[in-house]
């Protein structure tokens, strides 16, 4: 399975300068993406996730505080 990048060619930083805000990878996550074999791509791919899922349940917190 080859794994495709999740970039979203938006490639903007979150206010803390740590991920991208289009596709959630950390700034190492991007560097590195091209010399990672595809388990490693898979493992980054479901991290971002993550992170997106925590983003998005941040942002309704704090909306609904």
């Excluded at 970039?7 to 996550?29: N, P």
């Excluded at 493992?43 to 917190?61: G, M, P, Q, T």
Aim: with cysteine.
């Amino acid at each position: 399975l080859h794994q495709m990048s999740p970039c979203k060619t938006i490639c903007k930083l979150d206010k803390t300068g740590v991920y991208c805000i289009a596709c959630f990878r950390l700034m190492s996550e991007i560097e590195d993406w091209p010399k990672m074999d595809d388990t490693q791509k898979a493992f980054v791919v479901a991290a971002s996730e993550l992170r997106r899922i925590a983003n998005e349940a941040d942002k309704r917190y704090k909306r609904d505080k």
